[in-house]
């Protein structure tokens, strides 16, 4: 065991310089606590990891998989292996240089125990370890060995293998050399300590996600994915033509006006990937990336894309006449109706708009993109004239349709601004004018609007019925779906009008005249915006078309938290005169009937939610002390999938949505012919 004198002795409750002097309540230097070493993450995870639950638990796995993938940006690393253990430990593995064991001169101890214990030691401050990374604070493993029960790293370095064993961050073995060993690298694994976290097990699904990610932008480097528990759910990612690539996944579902625009440019110590695609559709997914982070807010990257997009297919249009000189100049808006692109930057030194890195905000990096881009775009648009007049005949299409989509936007945001006079005829609004004590409820037809306004609260709850299936978002131009009828009221009752302005900001173009946006989160009306369709196939066709509506219009709002779905029950179990049982499903409904042991037990499916008298649904789908709702969340790490999910779901395209129902057709379990 370690010495208790050092540093990064075992964590005690700390002690006061002097006591004596402390007053109960008294705020004075006293009161000061001092917490050494690796003690503050522990007592405070949430400051390093971002909290104690699932977030964090996932970021400690995000920590370990950035020094390997910098490893691979150094050009040192062409293979990482993650295994989910049976035990819900995790381990990262790769072919790297290996973390170096050698003694550190000021401190005396092993390098590798200094990274794995100090907070802001590592090889990316100096510039010698590292040129570009995307771990630049310097507190990522060490917090992910604080915050585990255990956790052991070996390293593969000049023929032998070095391993150290922590356990709550502090040492509690030397770093040992254990054997021979051919190559060089770093194997962490870890297990996450359930003292400090409140969630120590890891979703597949989010790792899996990030590992395919990376793949996409480290073409160089194979991702190999391994649950032991689960061997089903093992994946390798391996994408050897990167962002292209991601860009034709991006577009699976769309008819696409041309193959993949893809150039890579270098300036000094900085380098550039930009991938782009235009479709026939009319929604724009740019993706961007600065040091393999995503940046879902975008930055001074995207502007300076934006910028120089602008800019090179106005100059483009003018020269070969198909800009008239009596026509106006494309702006960002026109440009990026039905453009797919992904940006991925690699700097060093970047800076971010806060911790999490969603936002790129290094100044010089706008002119520096807006530069490269310009050149090898324009390159590209004189060697390829077919793929330029396509471009550029889109832009003449968005150009023309611009004007007809914003009076419609206008005249939604009109409405959303209307007192309760302007709001849709058909909502049952409710008496509080306190948003954050309000719901509404879309509901599905008038039947059962008509069982939803029995059995609301009138007090906190609005009803919305919608009629039949709205329009797809997906497939219509902006103007056509703000024309559509219910997509106008469902608008108009929440007040917070629309946003077109998805990852880039509105001085995006180089006049200042980016895409405009009429949202307001701040004017919501209700926050919780609830979506109770029937439990049904039908009602699922009407719930995805509503979240299409909701990814591509309010992404804020669902960012934000605010959208749910209810769970309405498909069967309600009568037991004598007295006694009711509802079930979600029919695993539930077993469960109900091996438990009620009866005579005279009645069991009924629901039809839809009309077929509900109001006790019904009050009971079981609208009262908060009984209902079931489920949250709908949109995390950055997993952006691009949802665009992919609902280009393959609600696109033009056929064929990839046959793909997909039948991949996953036997996770469907819930469909109206079970029963």
Not at 23 to 40: M, R, T
Request: aromatic letters at 6%; hydrophobic letters at 35%.
């Amino acid at each position: 065991m370690p010495d208790n004198d050092r540093q990064d002795a075992p964590i005690e409750e700390p002690v006061p310089t002097s006591s004596a002097n402390v007053v109960e309540g008294e705020y004075n230097a006293d009161a000061i606590q001092v917490l050494e070493g690796l003690e503050a993450v522990r007592r405070r995870p949430g400051m390093y990891v971002g909290d104690n639950g699932k977030r964090g638990l996932h970021q400690m796995f995000k920590e370990v998989l950035d020094n390997s993938v910098d490893e691979a940006l150094a050009g040192h690393c062409t293979y990482i292996r993650t295994i989910l253990h049976a035990d819900n430990s995790m381990s990262v593995e790769d072919n790297g240089r290996g973390i170096p064991v050698d003694t550190h001169e000021k401190y005396g101890v092993s390098a590798l125990e200094i990274v794995m214990t100090k907070l802001h030691a590592g090889g990316k401050f100096g510039g010698g370890g590292y040129k570009t990374s995307g771990g630049l604070h310097g507190v990522g493993v060490s917090c992910t060995n604080a915050l585990s029960e255990w956790c052991v790293v070996e390293v593969k370095r000049d023929g032998k293998l070095h391993r150290q064993r922590y356990e709550q961050g502090i040492p509690v073995t030397p770093v040992e050399i254990v054997g021979e060993a051919e190559g060089t690298g770093t194997k962490t694994h870890w297990k996450p300590d359930p003292t400090v976290l409140t969630e120590t097990r890891h979703d597949p699904h989010l790792i899996k996600s990030r590992l395919r990610e990376l793949a996409y932008l480290n073409p160089q480097v194979v991702f190999e994915f391994a649950h032991e528990a689960d061997p089903e759910q093992s994946e390798t990612f391996h994408y050897k033509r990167g962002i292209p690539q991601l860009v034709e996944d991006l577009n699976e579902g769309k008819d696409v006006l041309h193959p993949v625009i893809y150039f890579q440019c270098k300036r000094d110590t900085t380098e550039l990937e930009v991938a782009l695609q235009y479709h026939s559709g009319y929604n724009e997914t740019v993706m961007a990336f600065s040091n393999n982070i995503h940046q879902p807010d975008g930055g001074t990257h995207v502007s300076g894309f934006s910028q120089a997009l602008t800019r090179v297919v106005n100059a483009y249009a003018r020269k070969q006449g198909l800009l008239k000189e009596k026509d106006s100049n494309f702006t960002s808006d026109d440009l990026w109706d039905g453009l797919t692109a992904v940006i991925s930057l690699r700097l060093e030194n970047p800076s971010y708009n806060s911790q999490d890195k969603v936002k790129l905000v290094t100044p010089e990096v706008q002119g520096l993109t807006s530069s490269m881009v310009g050149e090898a775009l324009s390159t590209y648009l004189e060697e390829r004239p077919a793929v330029a007049k396509k471009i550029v005949e889109k832009a003449l299409i968005a150009q023309r349709a611009r004007e007809a989509a914003r009076k419609a936007a206008e005249a939604v945001k009109r409405s959303s601004a209307m007192d309760t006079f302007g709001l849709p005829g058909k909502l049952s609004d409710c008496m509080s004018k306190d948003p954050s004590k309000c719901e509404l409820f879309l509901v599905e037809g008038q039947s059962a609007g008509g069982s939803a306004k029995g059995a609301r609260d009138r007090m906190t709850q609005a009803v919305l019925p919608l009629r039949g299936k709205i329009l797809n978002v997906e497939k219509a131009r902006l103007d056509k779906a703000l024309d559509n009828e219910e997509i106008k009221s469902l608008i108009a009752a929440l007040g917070v009008g629309i946003d077109v302005n998805v990852g880039r900001d509105s001085e995006d173009s180089e006049n200042g005249n980016g895409k405009e946006t009429s949202f307001d989160l701040s004017k919501l009306r209700y926050h919780k915006v609830i979506i109770m369709t029937d439990a049904d196939v039908d009602g699922e066709h009407i719930r995805t078309l509503l979240l299409t509506f909701f990814f591509r219009y309010m992404r804020p709002l669902v960012e934000a938290g605010h959208l749910y779905l209810a769970q309405p029950p498909l069967f309600v179990v009568k037991v004598g005169n007295n006694e009711r049982y509802y079930a979600a499903d029919q695993a539930e409904l077993e469960e109900i009937l091996k438990n009620v042991k009866k005579k005279n037990v009645m069991v009924t499916r629901f039809k839809g939610l009309g077929e509900m008298n109001a006790e019904d649904l009050e009971i079981t789908t609208m009262s908060p002390e009984n209902r079931r709702l489920v949250q709908v969340r949109l995390d950055s790490e997993i952006e691009y999938e949802a665009e992919m999910l609902f280009s393959k779901l609600m696109g033009d395209k056929v064929e990839p949505r046959r793909e997909f129902i039948e991949k996953h057709a036997k996770q469907a379990l819930d469909v109206d012919w079970h029963y």
